[in-house]
């Protein structure tokens, strides 16, 4: 019987476009996810993101009989950290995708920033709120995507499921829309936990790895001295953004074989 990873996407991305990384992993693990978190009524986005958490650990409840390992891009990785601290007996373990704790000083100017409406200039929140949300076809949906930078250092395969399972066919004519909604994203951005890094100060309850982007700009200003103390020695860098899994999703499925292995 294999291992259970139960995955989290990132703030936006549905958790059908890391397929590719899905299916590299598939031969040694059952892999499980939400689709979208933050999508329930039951589970609003609220400041520090506790329904959200409960979300997950609703889901984990409900499907698995033993502990399973989270593994979590951005979001997803808070949230699945989050969840191991509330429910350490569910978990094996937690791998987390580019998703640096954030501590200390770093903490105190989050919260400053959240207060002051600045950490709207840190974060793509600003973006968020004015996104494209409609397309007519596939076609289009396609080349709006392919001719942005940031898009079209990502790996095809990735970027063909973005295009299926973040922006879905809605009208018989063909229209395609955001199946993340825009305004969950937004406060998704705005309710960044600023304590969470401080609960690890002596260590996690369950092990953890990381795993970064060498480019990544969220690892630069979050720094990673409080994620090494959690995850030790179980560290490891591919090269790419922070959307990394996206850019080299082979990659990332082999990194996370290899991270899951060190933690057991």
């Not at 959240?114 to 397309?135: C, H, K, M, N, V």
Request: overall charge positive; charged content about 25%.
């Amino acid at each position: 019987m294999k291992n259970i990873i139960h995955f989290s996407h990132a703030n936006g991305f549905p958790a059908s476009v890391y397929r590719t990384i899905f299916a590299e992993l598939a031969d040694d693990y059952d892999v499980r996810f939400i689709e979208r978190i933050g999508h329930d009524a039951r589970y609003p986005v609220t400041r520090d993101w506790p329904h959200l958490v409960e979300e997950l650990l609703d889901d984990i409840g409900r499907n698995y009989e033993n502990p399973v390992w989270l593994v979590g891009h951005s979001l997803g990785g808070y949230l699945s950290m989050m969840a191991a601290l509330r429910k350490p007996q569910w978990v094996r373990g937690v791998v987390m995708l580019d998703s640096p704790l954030i501590a200390g000083w770093r903490s105190n100017m989050l919260r400053v920033s959240q207060w002051t409406g600045l950490d709207e200039r840190l974060s793509p929140a600003a973006a968020t709120r004015t996104r494209r949300t409609r397309w007519a076809s596939r076609d289009e949906a396609w080349r709006h995507f392919h001719a942005k930078p940031a898009f079209a250092r990502w790996d095809e395969r990735v970027l063909s499921d973005y295009i299926d399972f973040g922006i879905p066919q809605v009208g018989s004519d063909g229209t395609r829309e955001l199946a993340f909604d825009r305004q969950t994203e937004y406060r998704i951005y705005k309710t960044l936990p600023h304590t969470f890094g401080s609960r690890l100060l002596r260590g996690a309850p369950v092990p953890v790895g990381f795993i970064a982007g060498t480019r990544s700009r969220e690892v630069q200003q979050a720094g990673l001295h409080a994620t090494r103390r959690v995850a030790g020695e179980h560290l490891e860098w591919i090269e790419g953004s922070h959307l990394f899994p996206m850019e080299r999703p082979i990659e990332t499925a082999r990194a996370v074989q290899r991270m899951l292995r060190e933690l057991e």
